[in-house]
């Protein structure tokens, strides 16, 4: 339009209409048509917090681990689990909620823990995680 191509405003409109359209029908289609494939889809609750940190380095002796049906930390208090000495747990997450966290906190299956350990927190790992056999 503004190099004054010939019929510039028309081009423009309906170049509009077909990416408007394009979008609204492809758009509205994906379900219906994922459904037909038998692609499986889910709908996902929007979360509006979010908690993050950003660091210049990877972080040594963190570890996020979720709590394993069957596994030693479930039904564990906090102070009742062995992650060592030099580690705490510094969140819980149950349910989409921050749990607040001291020795008497009991962990439940499907908890979100995390860790922070002086090792790489694999040492730990076994703890929330269920003892297969």
Known sequence: MSSGVGDADRLYDVVFVVVVFSVVVQGSLVPTVARWCRVPMRSVELEPWALGVRLR?????????????????????????????????????????????????????????????????????ALFTAQRT
């Open 57 to 125: 380095d990877r972080p040594e002796g963190v570890a996020r681990h979720l709590v394993e049906d069957g596994s030693p930390a479930e039904g564990s208090t906090v102070d009742g689990l062995d992650i060592g000495e030099d580690a705490w747990i510094s969140m819980v997450v149950r349910e989409g909620r921050i749990v607040p966290v001291s020795g008497s906190t009991r962990l439940r299956t499907g908890d979100e823990v995390l860790l922070i350990t002086g090792d790489d927190g694999k040492a730990s790992a």
